[in-house]
């Protein structure tokens, strides 16, 4: 008999498969269910439009019994694919051979127990636990789905590979195509839209890298009119394999965690591949009897790109076993089209105003019981401060989560005692403009960066103590310091 399918209750259309198929793509609407080989490019079903998800067929699959199988991984570090944090796990995504695998040793991250933070966030010591991607090769956690994308690329032959991106996407891509020699990067950013370290990144390596005039829902809208029009391979989170190798953070913090499942996750939500990934995760998981719950999940809006929590948190939009009220997520779509709302936040990877992912996620939101916030960018940025004097600097987008378990803590939805992990998503360096300007002691260049994003305060600013070039002063600085 097989296993119900994942996240909805339906029953898979595995009866209408040979059992080669063991691995297919299918749409997440329940009332469609159309399937498609994995030897396709698709970013969509063709019947209804609606989203993509890799299924599998574990019946004749048969994963491990037991995550403790993948600890054996450990042993084998000369082998490139043990040495990923993605393809260790390759039995929880096998939709392509072995032979088909990209990887530039990717996913060796770290799960952080910090106790500064918890401090600041309400939480007591030994309960709050960072989960870093901005050790990936790239500086984000981007890396995580851009090798299982790669992967499905090279599995079905593709040449040429394009994204819209706000700055971390282009920047594993380019990576991706530079390191590997597999594909040529194509990168569509809108003007003034990326922060520079990552910029930088997407240049460096050599990608071709397009700025048109408008925000990332322009920059994607038009993406994937090119890629559909001339054959390219897209790798925004719309592609279902991006999201295929993206679930394995969880599975590098259960691993952290002695494979126990923590109370709650925590992530910054933007274009929201992360959120639908790991609901997707907790659920195959779940399916396979490897895990036997789920955590909450709580996914944090940037104030000025808050798409997810107006939806859900005030208009009451929910995946509803995958009949979500559409007319209400249309109207809203309309009503800022109408007022010309554009996303602004010094947040700049989840500076989005329409979320690609946003059927995925609220399927997330459903299978772990999630919630959603909004935070502002002086929240964020505090909260990135205390991230940062722990010795983890992070970008601004991964502070949202941080920010937002203060707040989930303050509002008694978080208990202080609960084990929570928050995803850092990028490096400190990917955004340093705002990093310095809030440690300034320029109050012109604080003003002009922070200060028209409603950014009034540095509270936990490190600042450069200013002396003369003389001895005794520079010895007293160091004396008051001490």
């Not at 897209?234 to 991006?242: I, M, Q, T």
């Not at 859900?312 to 007319?327: D, I, S, T």
Request: glycine letters at 10%; aromatic letters at 8%.
């Amino acid at each position: 008999m097989d296993r119900p399918s994942l996240l909805d209750g339906r029953t898979r259309a595995i009866a209408v498969l040979t059992k080669t198929d063991l691995a297919f793509q299918q749409c997440i609407f329940p009332g469609c269910g159309a399937t498609y080989g994995v030897d396709e490019v698709r970013v969509a079903c063709e019947s209804c439009g609606g989203l993509l998800d890799v299924v599998y067929d574990w019946d004749h699959l048969r994963p491990p019994e037991s995550l403790r199988f993948f600890e054996s991984r450990w042993a084998r570090r000369n082998d490139p694919v043990c040495f990923s944090g993605v393809w260790r796990f390759r039995e929880l995504l096998p939709f392509a051979p072995a032979d088909s695998v990209v990887t530039v040793g990717e996913g060796q991250t770290l799960l952080h127990p910090s106790e500064g933070v918890a401090r600041y966030t309400g939480m007591r010591p030994g309960r709050l636990f960072l989960q870093y991607e901005g050790m990936n090769p790239s500086g984000s956690f981007k890396d995580n789905g851009m090798s299982a994308a790669f992967t499905h690329a090279r599995y079905i032959g593709a040449r040429i590979a394009a994204c819209a991106s706000t700055g971390n996407t282009s920047a594993s891509l380019a990576l991706y195509c530079s390191v590997t020699g597999l594909l040529r990067a194509i990168i569509f950013v809108g003007s003034g839209k990326i922060a520079f370290g990552k910029l930088s990144q997407a240049l460096d390596y050599g990608a071709l890298t397009i700025q048109i005039a408008g925000d990332f829902d322009d920059a994607m809208q038009r993406v994937r009119e090119v890629s559909r029009q001339l054959g390219i391979y897209l790798v925004n989170s719309v592609n279902p394999f991006r999201l295929e190798g993206q679930k394995t953070i969880m599975y590098r913090v259960l691993e952290a965690l002695g494979w126990e499942v923590p109370d709650w996750i925590v992530v910054p939500g933007g274009n929201l591949g992360n959120a639908s990934a790991f609901g997707k995760a907790f659920a195959e998981l779940r399916q396979l009897g490897l895990v036997d719950r789920v955590p909450r999940l709580a996914i944090i809006n940037a104030q000025g790109a808050n798409t997810l929590y107006q939806l859900v948190e005030k208009r009451g939009v929910r995946w509803n076993g995958g009949h979500p009220p559409q007319e209400t997520i249309d109207q809203f779509y309309a009503e800022m089209d109408r007022q010309h709302r554009r996303a602004d936040t010094i947040a700049s990877a989840i500076e989005i105003n329409r979320p690609v992912n946003l059927h995925k996620c609220l399927r997330a939101l459903e299978v772990c019981d999630g919630v959603v916030r909004q935070v502002s960018d002086q929240e964020i940025l505090d909260a990135k401060a205390r991230v940062g004097a722990g010795g983890m600097g992070c970008e601004p987008a991964s502070a949202a989560s941080v920010a937002g378990v203060k707040r989930l803590v303050e509002e008694g939805v978080i208990s202080p005692d609960e084990r929570v992990v928050c995803i850092l998503t990028g490096h400190q360096l990917k955004d340093p403009t705002a990093t310095v300007a809030y440690h300034t002691t320029d109050q012109e260049h604080f003003n002009r960066v922070l200060g028209s994003r409603g950014v009034k305060r540095a509270e936990f600013a490190n600042r450069a103590v200013e002396v003369s070039n003389n001895l005794d002063e520079i010895i007293r600085a160091i004396q008051l310091y001490s």
